[in-house]
């Protein structure tokens, strides 16, 4: 950058030399030629430009996790010796604004970990995330690394949360441990009780930010370590019918509690119990909104069960949420359509009156009032328009991971037959589900064909049907199947995966 600035500078130099020399040989010529005229008629003026520096903008991490981009402009430095122009320009480094630090995300740091040696750029602030479940003792350490004389390096301790064009000064005013300084030499400890669980960030600036200053950060757990949390919230989304029919107490039975037992957020959402994905997911979107506010969170984890996983993703696609979800997780959730809805809505040939009676059934004999919106419950779920509407207008977002399972069962004819690796007794209300799609797509757990629920990572099937895949009816499931267990271990796969 230097050498172009110096470069254009002595360009500029050279053209305004030029246009003196040329001026003087036309002025001894018009005086040779007895012209009294004593400038050019067009009044034309050379302009040196002298460069002032890139511009730079914030960096913010796409997904928070390691490995990521690092925005490490330092701010527009140009170097130069601040030689004068012909119009008393100088060249040289623009002073810093501290008010707007250039902000370099340096991603996740885990608890036991240390970042090693690092450098905070000149008129910048670097930004580390860190997560601890509720009532988890941390003791964040910072050393200062070759700072040089009376320089130190600050830190703040803040909510994720805190709006990135909030000034320094109010970064630091709203750190939730009085802001620490370190010297060169010096490690400062600081040690923090979490307030909820989840992730904090932590931020890092020189104390004169026309200097560079180099640190190293160490994040360590005191007290009740045993506590686990993913970064984001987990909410939790059901699928048709929410509550009222399929058990008596809550949708994901005894989920929520087993989970904030071992200290992970969560949340249950409640949209319609029927009605189309995307008058769902708008209704979620909502809720997503509420839970970043109430946690102080950058994003959240959406776990989905059948129509809450195509909800989901209209959430992130349709909905624009992209920036808002970390992992995407579908359960039992049909991605490519369920025929038995195809066929009770006569979209295909065939036992229009048997699909119906058995959709309605399962909903809990819904009323007149509801089968209208049963019925646009069953079309948006349907091969038609899944494949040909839903799919093409929801394209995933490259920031969230998507992660599937579903379910496997099957009828007493082939559980009890050996040879048919089946472990899986379907549940007598969703029997006649599952004979409709084994004759017409084969695998299936009851409501959803085993091909239509993989969509992104797909990572295998439960010893699960549809109902049993949340712990209905009342946690009577397979005996090999402990859905609480399973949960917490799809909670414990999340963390480690850093959402």
């Not at 490259?398 to 007794?425: H, K, M, Q, W």
Request: proline share 4%.
């Amino acid at each position: 950058m230097e050498l172009r600035v110096y470069d254009r500078y002595y360009a500029g130099m050279l053209r305004a030399l030029g246009g003196m020399l040329i001026w003087t040989a036309v002025a001894g010529l018009t005086t040779a030629c007895g012209d009294d005229s004593t400038g050019l008629s067009d009044g034309h003026t050379s302009d040196a430009e002298v460069g002032t520096g890139d511009e730079t903008s914030t960096s913010d991490s796409s997904d928070g996790s390691e490995g990521e981009s690092l925005d490490t402009t330092s701010g527009g430095e140009t170097g130069g010796s601040g030689t004068a122009s012909e119009t008393g320009t100088t060249a040289g480094p623009i002073a810093c604004d501290p008010e707007q630090p250039e902000v370099t995300d340096r991603g996740f740091l885990p608890l036991g970990d240390s970042t090693g040696e690092l450098t905070v750029a000149r008129c910048g602030e670097d930004r580390h995330y860190i997560a601890a479940a509720q009532d988890v003792v941390l003791e964040v350490a910072v050393t200062g690394l070759q700072t040089g004389d009376e320089l130190v390096v600050e830190g703040a301790l803040t909510y994720p949360n805190v709006a990135q064009e909030d000034d320094q000064e109010d970064i630091y005013d709203k750190s939730l441990v009085p802001p620490f300084t370190t010297a060169e030499g010096d490690t400062t400890k600081v040690e923090f009780t979490s307030i909820r669980s989840g992730e904090y960030a932590v931020y890092i600036r020189s104390s004169d930010p026309e200097q560079a200053a180099a640190y190293s950060l160490a994040v360590t757990c005191l007290e009740n370590c045993d506590e686990q949390t993913t970064r984001f919230p987990i909410v939790l989304a059901h699928g048709w019918t929410g509550w009222d029919n399929i058990g008596p107490l809550e949708y994901f039975f005894q989920v929520p509690g087993h989970l904030g037992d071992h200290g992970y957020p969560v949340y249950v959402s409640q949209v319609d119990k029927y009605n189309s994905s995307i008058v769902r997911s708008g209704q979620l979107a909502e809720q997503v909104d509420e839970v970043l506010s109430a946690w102080r969170a950058r994003k959240v984890n959406l776990v989905g069960h059948s129509q809450g996983g195509i909800d989901s993703r209209a959430v992130v696609s349709t909905h624009g949420y992209g920036n808002r979800v970390s992992a995407l997780v579908t359960i039992g959730s049909p991605h490519q359509g369920t025929y038995v809805t195809d066929l009770a809505l006569g979209l295909v040939p065939g036992g229009v009156d048997q699909a119906l009676f058995f959709l309605f059934n399962f909903l809990g004999a819904v009323t007149a009032d509801e089968q209208a919106d049963a019925e646009a419950s069953f079309y948006s779920l349907s091969e038609e328009y899944m494949q040909e509407v839903f799919n093409p207008e929801n394209p995933d977002d490259p920031r969230v991971t998507y992660i599937s399972y579903t379910g496997e069962t099957c009828a007493a004819e082939d559980f009890l037959v050996p040879g048919n690796d089946c472990n899986d007794l379907v549940d007598p209300l969703i029997l006649v589900g599952y004979e409709i799609l084994k004759v017409a797509r084969g695998k299936n757990d009851g409501l959803v064909p085993y091909e239509s629920a993989k969509w992104g990572d797909f990572r295998g099937t439960m010893i699960a049907d549809h109902i049993d895949e949340v712990g209905q009816v009342l946690g009577v499931t397979d005996f090999d199947f402990d859905h609480k267990q399973w949960y917490l271990d799809l909670a414990h796969d999340l963390r480690l995966e850093r959402h």
